[in-house]
């Protein structure tokens, strides 16, 4: 493996860089050749580890009834392990991504893991709430340094295709955060807190395949080049900030509307057409296939049309949909959350390598920030929503957040940065 994707690493190399000889016409062509092909033994195997990654993230918050009973905790108590899991899995996550810009880590993505695996062992022994915090906090550090060199590493394996890489980058860890609750109900929760240690398997897993990853990470070419090639803005220091704030504000849209559905779901489906909870339950999952399907799709059509035009029909495009989904029958608000699960998550990829495109060289920093606030926002978006959801009713939630993807019309202020790199 190693030989390989060390011989593969150049293809992500900037032209001129690595092996290029001659002069002229020849010199030019074939690192230009090169920069097209993409790793996707690389892609393959980060996405694998992402998926076993966030199954540990999801599979921990799926067993909190269990850790309730256990514990004999409040729901303050439940929204406290949130909270150290979220301050640690989301704010660090752009500070490491800005530090290993500066200083590339190549096996950071293994220690991140160690850490994940020692919160795993120790909430599977942990004799007390206090305790449960110190292991939430760990596995959130575990989070914050995987998901920013993780996206280094997709970006750096893509081969100018980084839209592709992204989507399969995130399809492994949509499919890891569906296998979690699966895994709690039919592992955790019949066997007791202790089971939880089962897992440290897959964690064990993942510290191989990254390592493995690490020693593809450091012979590339970029690594060496880290310091003396950061990229160079073609826009103001203005302009930029202002379109990532717009850039914020749409996964802001993005995100709060899917914690309407991956939190409430269910519930509303149960309220408004009396469905039994595994009708509902199937509901939900042809909901996250959907979600998984237009994470796939998403960054390649961006690599082909532009990632502008992308955010433009994933966010505001998906807005006819929401607003009629408060007010449709069983049939179509299931065919209505499935186009509305495609479009949607077809978003993320592009934000994503859009920011990365608008901010040159500072792939981990924008990888953390973004990934950050999405965590952060499904947290918050899931408190909120519950009390809006306590003080009205599950329908009105659905109402209300019918809008957010209007927030997309925004999309228009976003600079045309693609057109930009095409002309320099």
Known sequence: ??????????????????????TGAGSAAQPAAKVQRTVYSVLG??????????????????????LKDNFSLSFGQIG???????????????????????????????VGMGFTLAGLLLMS????FGVLLVAAALVGCGSSVYHPESSRVARMASGGRHGLAQSLFQVGGNAGSSLGPLLAALIVIPHGQRSIAWFSVAALVAIVVLTQIGRWYKAHPS?????????HATLSRN????????????????????ASINSYFTFYLIDKFHLPVQAAQVHLFVFLAAVAAGTVIGGPIGDKIGRKYVIWVSILGVAPFTLLLPYANLFWTGVLTVIIGVVLAS????????AQELIPGKVGMVAGLFFGFAFGMGGVGAAVLGQLADATSITYVY???????????LTVFLPDVEGKRAKA
């Not at 690594?223 to 990229?231: D, F, L, Q």
């Open 125 to 128: 022994v942990a004799p007390s």
């Open 80 to 110: 406290l392990i949130t909270l150290t899991y979220q301050i640690t899995a989301s704010l660090l996550q752009p500070l490491v991504g800005s530090y290993t810009d500066k200083h590339p880590k190549p096996y950071s993505l293994p």
């Open 399 to 409: 109402k209300v957040c019918s809008f957010l993807p209007v927030i997309g019309v």
């Open 347 to 354: 978003a993320f990829s592009a934000i994503l390598v859009y």
């Open 223 to 231: 690594v060496k080049k880290a310091r003396s090639v950061a990229g």
């Open 239 to 258: 302009k930029v900030m202002f379109a990532m704030g717009v850039l914020i504000l749409l996964v802001f849209s993005k995100y709060f509307y899917l």
């Open 45 to 66: 195997a980060i996405s694998f580890s992402h998926l076993l990654n966030d199954m540990i993230q999801s599979l921990i918050l799926a067993i909190y009834p269990m």
């Open 1 to 22: 493996m190693e030989t390989s994707l060390d011989k593969s690493a150049l293809a992500g190399a900037p032209a001129g860089a690595g092996t290029a000889t001659g």
